[in-house]
C-alpha cells in the first residue's frame, strides 16, 4: 500500500496502525485497572466485614463475659447477704436463749427467795411457840415447884 521512503514515514506509519491496538490496550489497561480496584475494592470490603464480624464477635464475647462477671457479683453479694443474715439469725436465737435463761434463773431466784422467807417465818413462829412453851412449862413448873413447897 504505501512505500516508505524514510525511517520517520515507517515510525508514524507504525503508530497510525498501533494505534487502534494502543485504544484497544489502553482499554483493557483501564479495564484491568477497574478490575484490579474492584477487586481489592471487595477485599478491603470482606476485611472490614470480617473485622466487623470479628469485633461483634469480641464484643458479644466481652458481653457475656460482663453479665457473667455481674452474675458472679451478684450471687457473692446474695451469699454474703445470706451469711450476715444467718450471722444475725444465729445471734437473736442466743440473745434469746440468754434472755429465757436469765428469766428461768430469776424465777428459780424469786422461788428460791420466797421459800426462803416462807421457811423463816415459819422458823420464827415456831421459835416464839417454842418461847411460849417454854415459859408456859417455866410457869407450870414454878406453880409445881410452889404447890410442893406449899404441900410440905
Known amino acids: ?39 481489592h475494592l471487595e477485599k478491603f470490603q470482606w476485611k472490614l466485614m470480617r473485622e466487623a464480624t470479628g469485633e461483634e464477635l469480641v464484643r458479644q464475647q466481652q458481653k457475656q463475659k460482663e453479665k457473667e462477671r455481674l452474675k458472679l457479683e451478684q450471687q457473692q453479694k446474695l451469699q454474703k447477704e ?24 430469776h424465777d428459780q431466784l424469786n422461788d428460791l427467795f ?17 418461847k411460849k412453851m417454854i415459859e408456859d412449862d417455866k410457869k407450870q413448873m414454878g406453880e409445881i415447884t410452889n404447890y410442893e413447897f406449899a404441900k410440905s
Open 114 to 130: 420466797t421459800k426462803l422467807k416462807k421457811d423463816y417465818l415459819i422458823t420464827q413462829i415456831k421459835n416464839e411457840l417454842l
Open 1 to 39: 500500500m504505501f512505500i516508505c521512503c524514510g525511517k520517520k514515514q515507517k515510525i508514524e506509519i507504525a503508530n497510525l496502525r498501533s494505534q487502534p491496538l494502543q485504544s484497544v490496550k489502553m482499554q483493557l489497561q483501564e479495564d484491568s485497572i477497574d478490575a484490579k480496584f474492584e477487586f
Open 82 to 105: 445470706d451469711e450476715e443474715l444467718q450471722r444475725l439469725q444465729s445471734q437473736i436465737e442466743q440473745q434469746t436463749f440468754v434472755q429465757k435463761e436469765k428469766k428461768q434463773l
